[in-house]
T-cell receptor
Framework: AQKITQTQPGMFVQEKEAVTLDCTYD???????LFWYKQPSSGEMIFLIY??????QNATEGRYSLNFQKARKSANLVISASQLGDSAMYFC????????????????FGKGTKLSVIP | EPEVTQTPSHQVTQMGQEVILRCVPI?????FYWYRQILGQKVEFLVS????????KSEIFDDQFSVERPDGSNFTLKIRSTKLEDSAMYFC?????????FGPGTRLTVL
């Protein structure tokens, strides 16, 4: 079984500042993948970034980076230079055994963190 | 840029009625999923579909639910007899391999 924990129900950040959104996970799978999705108030789910458990380097995508600490089972999202458009819910999610070639890579989600960017 | 599309965007139905939610996944993707999100809660996996059959399903996906890929492009979720607790946002997603891309969702309201 997989579990994602996001302990921050809400976060505030000043525009242009960096912010870290916390995510810890638990799994018995030997390999796994970690994701972050953004959900604006309009409701859609937007894929942001992916980290494989065997990846040597932390994933980065533009202003998003994933601070992956395997021993601590944490996969925090760092957003640099926050913009007003970053205000949204952010969900951490995971899949198990990404190399298995299984017929499914379903995501297990955390409860999310609501980020508000202050002008 | 290719995207997942879903119709309708909002569906209102009476309890006990059947509903069909429609999705067009990204064309070269192989894995298809349905998720739901009850208002204010986290996103929950319902079912995955690969190689023209269900590959995984959650305990939420009971006999009231079914999925179909009736042609080469559409992917549907049917709820046979809706209940009040089925009210939620339903997301279709597809993936080529690992990263799933979500549609905009269908908000289902059961009265």
């Amino acid at each position: 079984a997989q579990k994602i924990t996001q302990t921050q129900p809400g976060m505030f950040v000043q525009e242009k500042e960096a912010v870290t959104l916390d995510c810890t996970y638990d799994t018995s799978d030997p390999s796994y993948g970690l994701f972050w999705y953004k959900q604006p108030s309009s409701g859609e789910m937007i894929f942001l970034i992916y980290q494989g458990s065997y990846d040597q380097q932390n994933a980065t995508e533009g202003r998003y980076s994933l601070n992956f600490q395997k021993a601590r089972k944490s996969a925090n999202l760092v957003i640099s230079a926050s913009q007003l458009g970053d205000s949204a819910m952010y969900f951490c999610a995971m899949i198990g055994n990404p190399e298995s070639g299984a017929g499914s890579y379903q995501l297990t989600f955390g409860k999310g963190t609501k980020l508000s960017v202050i002008p | 840029e290719p995207e997942v599309t879903q119709t309708p965007s909002h569906q209102v139905t009476q309890m006990g009625q059947e509903v069909i939610l429609r999705c067009v996944p990204i064309s070269n993707h192989l894995y298809f999923y349905w998720y739901r999100q009850i208002l204010g809660q986290k996103v929950e996996f319902l079912v995955s579909f690969y190689n023209n059959e269900i590959s995984e399903k959650s305990e939420i996906f009971d006999d009231q639910f079914s999925v179909e890929r009736p042609d080469g492009s559409n992917f549907t979720l049917k709820i046979r007899s809706t209940k009040l607790e089925d009210s939620a946002m339903y997301f279709c997603a597809s993936s080529e391999v690992l990263a799933s891309f979500f549609g905009p969702g269908t908000r289902l309201t059961v009265l």
